[in-house]
T-cell receptor, first 113, second 112 residues
Framework: DAGVTQSPTHLIKTRGQQVTLRCSPK?????VSWYQQALGQGPQFIFQ???????QRGNFPDRFSGHQFPNYSSELNVNALLLGDSALYLC????????????FGNGTRLTVT | GEDVEQSLFLSVREGDSSVINCTYT??????LYWYKQEPGAGLQLLTY?????DMKQDQRLTVLLNKKDKHLSLRIADTQTGDSAIYFC????????????FGKGTMLLVSP
């Protein structure tokens, strides 16, 4: 039973560029959440997708956008990259019920130069 | 507001017990979680406790919840070097839908 998978594992981009990160949820899960973890910090909630819609959003600018596909997989897009966007981006999946435990992938390490 | 606080560092010897503490602010939190993160890896769900419980035990792990003081602790019995990692406490605030608010994490270092 595959857990949450994310791709790519590492990525280097230049300021101003755009990036797309991908996530496949754990089997049986229909909800995908994205978190940003800066070095030495706890993960910060970006947004959550359920039934192909953004259900909740954290305190992140509109440069951060996402998408969920009918197979429940998801993408995170970041436009106009800033140096401060360098972080580990974690995808987590859960079932649609509230308080369902989140299962995390290993993350994508994004470096913006 | 919602905030979760943890001590940043804990050092123990192999075989000792470790206790990692956490305080949270949202008194309406229904579930509280402990996650483990090893270097270069994602977060591994260790255990969680429902807010109407005081204690939960799962093999070497014991979670204690003091809802009055909004204090959560994770005790690891017989700590091993493989337990060295960063441990995150997290709560689901009243906004729900499994959106977790994390602390900054406690780095546990286990020496032989």
């Amino acid at each position: 039973d595959a857990g949450v998978t994310q791709s790519p594992t590492h990525l280097i981009k230049t300021r101003g560029q755009q990036v797309t990160l991908r996530c496949s949820p754990k089997s049986g899960h229909d909800t995908v959440s994205w978190y940003q973890q800066a070095l030495g910090q706890g993960p910060q909630f970006i947004f959550q997708y359920y039934e192909e819609e953004e259900r909740q959003r954290g305190n992140f600018p509109d440069r951060f956008s996402g998408h969920q596909f009918p197979n429940y997989s998801s993408e995170l897009n970041v436009n106009a990259l800033l140096l401060g966007d360098s972080a580990l981006y974690l995808c987590a999946s859960s079932t649609g019920t509230s308080n369902s435990p989140l299962h995390f992938g290993n993350g994508t390490r994004l470096t913006v130069t | 507001g919602e905030d979760v606080e943890q001590s940043l560092f804990l050092s123990v010897r192999e075989g000792d017990s470790s206790v990692i503490n956490c305080t949270y602010t949202d008194s309406s939190s229904t579930y509280l979680y402990w996650y483990k993160q090893e270097p270069g890896a994602g977060l591994q769900l260790l255990t969680y406790i429902f807010s109407n419980m005081d204690m939960k035990q799962d093999q070497r792990l014991t979670v204690l919840l003091n809802k009055k003081d909004k204090h959560l602790s994770l005790r690891i019995a017989d700590t091993q070097t493989g337990d060295s990692a960063i441990y995150f406490c997290a709560e689901i605030p009243t906004s729900g839908y499994s959106t977790l608010t994390f602390g900054k994490g406690t780095m546990l270092l286990v020496s032989p």
